[in-house]
């Protein structure tokens, strides 16, 4: 799988443990909107766009199947949030 593109927006909210918004694109013909960069005890990760389930659970709209894909996911768009968090500074 190639991501082509990540676009990061920041959150600037003071006390929120949402940073950023992201959208990727995958080769240049599928985008994902609406993953979340969290600021978790252990340090930032990420939440793909999810929706709350009449149970009250969230469910994931999309999602990677695979450990190998969801650590690509991952690296790509932290690397990207902390580019911008730079320019941000």
Known sequence: ????????????????????????TIEDCF???DIKVIEGQEGYFIAMPSRKASDGEYKDIAHPINT??????????LDAFNEEVAKAE
Not at 1 to 24: F, G, P, T, Y
């Open 1 to 24: 799988m190639k991501i082509s593109d990540v676009r990061v927006r920041l959150v600037q909210k003071e006390d929120s443990k949402l940073k950023a918004v992201a959208s990727m």
């Open 31 to 33: 985008v994902i909107h």
């Open 68 to 77: 190998e894909t969801r650590n690509q996911i991952i690296s790509a768009i």
